[in-house]
C-alpha cells in the first residue's frame, strides 16, 4: 500500500508541543500496526511570519492539496497584533478551508463521564452530552464582497462585511448535517437568523427543501441563532446534530464546547468536496486556540490534539480500528485518573504535556 | 407638574397578561404616590397584523415619538410565521427601534440571591453574577443594504445582508458604556470578531480611541465573540459591561440571561438619543419572548415586566425612588416564597401571574 501523505502545521502556541505527542502515537501506528505514513512538516501562523513575512506560503497550500489529510495544531499569536488584517496568523486557517473548499466543519460537544464535573454546568444537565455541530466555513460574512474600511468625504469611516450564501453552498453543508445524523440519533437543528436575514431565510428554505427531497428520514427542526445559544445553557441534551453558518458556528460551537468544561479534549474535522482521485480534503484540528500564556511550559492537554490524529485516521484514512484504539486508549488513561492542569480535579495525578502523552501510548 | 405621557404595547402571546400586572402597580402610584400618568395603549405585531394587516402603523410609532417613554411588552405568534419578510410581527420592534433611534440596548442579566438555584450553572459560577450587556440596536446587519434574496440566470439563488458600522455609531453607543461602567465596576469588555471582519476592526479601533480620548479612568478589555460566549460560560462573574453590535449582543444577550436561569425576571431598556426637548426616546421590555406556548393561561412571570416598568420609571421619569420601591417589593415577594411556575424550586408557593402581580402590589 502506498504511504498514507499527512502535512503537519503545528502552528503557534502550545500547537508545537501538543503535536509532539501525536508524534509518538504516529511512531507506535508505524512499528505496531505496519502503517506507512509519508509525513512533510511546516509553518503556519505566527511561526511562518516569524520565517518568511507571511501567515502562510503558497506552497504550504500546495502541500495540503497534495496531502491525504492535514493536521493542523493552532495559530494566533498576541505579538502578531500589530500586522496588517492581511497578514494576521489567522489567514493562514482561512486560506487553508477557502484554497481547500473545506466547507464542511465538524465539532462535536462531548462529556466524557470521567469529566463531567470539570463543566461549569450541573452534572445532571451535561451528563451523557453529545452534541455534533456542523458549520459552513468556506461563505457567510467571513468570505463576502465588498468588504473593508473606507473613509467618506466628511472623514466619518465605514467598515462592511458581507453576509452571502447561495443555494448550492447551503445544500452541501446541510447534506454532510443530515447524513450525519443518519449515523447518530436522526435529529437536525438548523439555525439562523431568518427573521432578521434574508440569508437566513434563504437558509431555512433550502435545508427545508433538501430536506423533503431527499432526507425525509430525518426530523429536522429549526431555530433561531439568539434561542439557540439559550437553549445550549439551557437544556443542551435536547441537540443532536447543529447545522449552521460560518459566524453562528464560529460562536455557537465554541458554546457548546465549553458546556463540557474541557476544551482540551475536543477535536475537529473539516471536510471539503470529492476531489478528481475520488478523496476529498480535509483538516484536522483541536477546537482549542494556541494558548499563549501557558504556551511552552509542558502543561497543555494534547488529548484534542491526538483525539483530532484519531479522527484523521477515521475519515481520511479509513482505518478504523486504529482510529478506535487511539480513543480507548485516551479513555482508559483517563480512567486510570492521569489529568493535565486543565481538566485536573480532586483525587486525581496531575500531569504534564509528555507524560500524558506517553502513557496514551503505554495504553496502545 | 405635566402628567407622564406612556404608550404602552403589549403585544403578542403573553404580552397582554402580564402587562395587566404593570397596570396595577401604576394604579397604586397614582393613588399612593400622586404621579399622574397619561396612558395611551395600542397593538403591535402580530395582534396588529390580525386587526390592521401590518404589524405597526406608523399612526403608532408617531405615538411613540411623542410620549415620554414606550412601554413593551413582546411580538411573535407562529400562527404568523406564512406572512412575507416585511410583515412578520418582529418588524414592529425593529421599525421602532430604527424611527426613534433607539440604539442603546442595555441588557442586565443579574442573578438574584433567592434564585441562585434556578441556574443550570453551578451555584458557585453564578451567585451575585452582575452584567450589563450594552448592544447597539439600530445599525449592523440588522439594517446595512443591500440585503435581499436574488435569483441567478443559472437558476442559482443568493441570499444577502450587509454589516455596515460607522465611527460616529460605535462612538455613541460605547459612551454609554463607558458611562454605565463608571457607575458600575468601571469596567467594559468590548466584543467583536477584527481577526476575521474588518467592521469587527473599525469597532475595536473605534472603541479603544473614545476611550484614550474620554475614559481612561474606566478598564477597558477586547473580545473576540467566540470567546466571550465561552467565557460567559466559563466565568461569567468577570464581566461587568458588555458592549458590542446588533448581531452578536442579540446572542450573547440571551446566553448571559439565560446563565441565571430566570429569564422571567430580567428587564431591558433600549435608549435613544437625546432629543430637542432635551429629553430621549426610550422603550422598555422584557428579556423574555411572547411565549406563545404558555400564553392565555395566567401562569406567566409578570416580574420582567413590572422591573422594566421600574427601569422607565428610573431613567425616563427620574423617579428613583418609586422605581427602588418597586424592585425591593419583588424582592421581597421573592424572599416570601411566591414562585411563579418557571422560577419555581421546592418547598416554595407556587402562583399565577396575578396573585404575584397582587403580592407585589401588596409590598407597596
Ligand atoms: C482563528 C479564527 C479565524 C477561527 C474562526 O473564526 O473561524 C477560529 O475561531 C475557529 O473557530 O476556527
Ligand atoms: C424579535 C427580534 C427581531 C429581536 C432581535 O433579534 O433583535 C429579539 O430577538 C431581541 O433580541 O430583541
Not at 437543528?189 to 437558509?203: D, H, R, T, Y
Not at 481538566?343 to 495525578?349: D, K, L, N, V, Y
Request: aromatic fraction near 6%; charged fraction near 25%; charge should be negative.
Amino acid at each position: 500500500a502506498q504511504p498514507a501523505k499527512l502535512l503537519v502545521l503545528p502552528g503557534d502556541g502550545i500547537g508545537p508541543e501538543v503535536m509532539r505527542e501525536v508524534g509518538r502515537v504516529i511512531s507506535w501506528l508505524e512499528k505496531n500496526r505496519g502503517i506507512a505514513f509519508e509525513i512533510t512538516e511546516d509553518l503556519v501562523g505566527g511561526a511562518s511570519l516569524a520565517e518568511y513575512g507571511e501567515p502562510i506560503r503558497n506552497e504550504v497550500i500546495e502541500k495540503a492539496r497534495a496531502a491525504d489529510a492535514v493536521l493542523f495544531g493552532s495559530v494566533g499569536d498576541p505579538r502578531w497584533g500589530h500586522v496588517g488584517f492581511d497578514k494576521r496568523p489567522e489567514v493562514a486557517i482561512l486560506k487553508l478551508r477557502q484554497e481547500l473548499e473545506l466547507f464542511a466543519n465538524l465539532r462535536p460537544a462531548k462529556v466524557f463521564d470521567a469529566l463531567v464535573d470539570a463543566s461549569t454546568l450541573k452534572p445532571d444537565v451535561v451528563r451523557g452530552l453529545d452534541i455534533m455541530i456542523v458549520r459552513e466555513t468556506v461563505g457567510g460574512i467571513y468570505f463576502g464582497d465588498p468588504r473593508g474600511i473606507e473613509t467618506l468625504p466628511d472623514g466619518t469611516r465605514r467598515g462592511i462585511n458581507t453576509e452571502v450564501y447561495t443555494t448550492p453552498e447551503i445544500e452541501r453543508v446541510a447534506r454532510v448535517a443530515f447524513e450525519m445524523a443518519r449515523k447518530r440519533s436522526g435529529h437536525v437543528c438548523s439555525v439562523e437568523k431568518c427573521n432578521v436575514m434574508e440569508s437566513g431565510l434563504l437558509w431555512k428554505e433550502v435545508v427545508t427543501d433538501l430536506h423533503a427531497r431527499e432526507f425525509s428520514d430525518v426530523k429536522l427542526t429549526h431555530m433561531l441563532a439568539d434561542n439557540c445559544a439559550m437553549q445550549l445553557v439551557r437544556n443542551p441534551r435536547q441537540f443532536d446534530v447543529i447545522v449552521t453558518g460560518n459566524l453562528f458556528g464560529d460562536i455557537l460551537s465554541d458554546l457548546a464546547s465549553m458546556l463540557t468544561g474541557s476544551l482540551g479534549m475536543l477535536p475537529s474535522a473539516t471536510l471539503g468536496a470529492v476531489r478528481a482521485d475520488g478523496k476529498c480534503a480535509a483538516l484536522y484540528e483541536p477546537i482549542h486556540g494556541s494558548a499563549p500564556d501557558i504556551a511552552g511550559q509542558g502543561i497543555a492537554n494534547p488529548i484534542a490534539q491526538i483525539l483530532s490524529f484519531a479522527m484523521l485516521l477515521r475519515y481520511s484514512l479509513n482505518l478504523q480500528d486504529e482510529a478506535k484504539m487511539v480513543e480507548e486508549a485516551v479513555s482508559r488513561v483517563l480512567e486510570s485518573g492521569l489529568r493535565t492542569a486543565d481538566i485536573m480535579s480532586e483525587g486525581m495525578a496531575r500531569v504534564g504535556t509528555s507524560v500524558m502523552g506517553e502513557a496514551i501510548v503505554r495504553e496502545l
